[in-house]
Antibody
Framework: QVQLQESGPGLVKPSETLSLTCAVS?????????WGWIRQPPGKGLEWIGS???????YYNPSLKSRVTISVDTSKNQFSLKLSSVTAADTAVYYC???????????WGQGTMVTVSS | DIQMTQSPSSLSASVGDRVTITCRAS??????LAWFQQKPGKAPKSLIY???SLQSGVPSKFSGSGSGTDFTLTISSLQPEDFATYYC?????????FGQGTKVEIK
């Protein structure tokens, strides 16, 4: 059974860098699929942040591209998100996901709440 | 970016009702459309991908249709566990984008 689990600080100060990791179990990242990050501000809708392939190929949302870095560590079967220069507008639940493919829908982690505040 | 517009934004329905939610893309996305269900405090759950393919483990009361710019999600007989917010997502062109959500409430 494939499972994804986000981890990282729940509180980040303004102007600092938000760092989250998604640990994948039950499936090898190297086997395929794109792996992505999505966020949801409190009471609002979903925003796709970006995704990565096991080879390291990445796609980012242009609205966040200047501040986002997604990386993968196949040896640990995990991938990570870094979002720099955060403000209160980056306060959200952050989800990691195995993205949709030709033969299956996406699979999401439970999400982790990150608050940007001093 | 491709804009995804869902309608209605919310609806009230009774147990046993047939419910249809519409999602319209601002440009053609072939059949690269997914539907999700989200309950309060929970992660979105995949229901449908490729516009009409049912995710493994999802009951057959959920169905999807459409291609190009217009898509629908249908729940054939609404049950108490189906009251939630539903989102569509296009994955034809980066950046992937979501609809604003449709909240299905109890009448």
């Amino acid at each position: 059974q494939v499972q994804l689990q986000e981890s990282g600080p729940g509180l980040v100060k303004p102007s600092e860098t938000l760092s989250l990791t998604c640990a994948v179990s039950g499936y090898s990242i190297s086997s395929g699929h794109y792996w992505g990050w999505i966020r949801q501000p409190p009471g609002k809708g979903l925003e796709w942040i970006g995704s990565i392939y096991h080879s390291g190929s990445t796609y980012y949302n242009p609205s966040l591209k200047s501040r986002v870095t997604i990386s993968v560590d196949t040896s640990k079967n995990q991938f990570s998100l870094k979002l720099s220069s955060v403000t209160a507008a980056d306060t959200a639940v952050y989800y990691c996901a195995r993205e949709v493919s030709y033969d299956s829908g996406s699979l999401w982690g439970q999400g982790t709440m990150v608050t940007v505040s001093s | 970016d491709i804009q995804m517009t869902q309608s209605p934004s919310s609806l009230s329905a009774s147990v046993g009702d047939r419910v249809t939610i519409t999602c319209r893309a601002s440009q053609g996305i072939r059949n690269y459309l997914a539907w999700f269900q989200q309950k309060p405090g929970k992660a979105p759950k995949s229901l449908i991908y490729a516009a009409s393919s049912l995710q493994s483990g999802v009951p057959s009361k959920f169905s999807g249709s459409g291609s190009g710019t217009d898509f629908t999600l249908t729940i054939s007989s609404l049950q108490p566990e189906d009251f939630a917010t539903y989102y569509c997502q296009q994955y034809n062109s980066y950046p992937w984008t979501f609809g604003q959500g449709t909240k299905v409430e109890i009448k």
